[in-house]
């Protein structure tokens, strides 16, 4: 079983940028396909992007596309969100999830989940 700590959030400007973490505490960390979620402000979770437990291929919500970035690194157990370009719509709790099941884009699909790390962009 995976337990998953997100960390990095803060505040920003617009523009600037941000890196999240995702650290994991499980011995299977290399065996999960890991994902980023969000949810801002009355508004429901949203998918951000995701990252292939052995390939590295990533796919991402087209609101972030050319402007986030996910990595891992197997050898250290995390997983990261290099949030760059910021906007005030960023603004959002964001949540890094695993799941060995299904390379996703949905939540429902994810096993694990981090406690969020609130992200809050100023204009």
């Known amino acids: 079983q995976e337990q998953l700590v997100d960390s990095g959030g803060g505040l920003v400007q617009a523009g600037g940028s941000l890196k999240l973490s995702c650290s994991a505490s499980?011995?299977?960390?290399?065996?999960?396909?890991m994902a980023w979620f969000r949810q801002g402000p009355q508004k429901e979770r949203e998918f951000v992007g995701c990252?292939?437990?052995?390939?590295?291929?990533?796919m991402y919500a087209d609101s972030v596309k050319g402007r986030f970035t996910i990595s891992r690194d197997n050898a250290k157990n995390m997983a990261f969100l290099q949030m760059n370009s910021l906007k005030p719509e960023d603004t959002a709790v964001y949540y890094c999830?695993?799941?060995?099941?299904?390379?996703?884009?949905?939540?429902?699909?994810?096993?694990?989940w981090g406690q969020g790390t609130q992200v809050t962009v100023s204009s």
């Open positions: 999830a695993a799941t060995w099941r299904v390379y996703s884009n949905r939540d429902y699909d994810y096993d694990y």
């Open positions: 499980g011995d299977s960390f290399s065996s999960y396909n």
């Open positions: 990252i292939h437990y052995s390939t590295g291929i990533t």
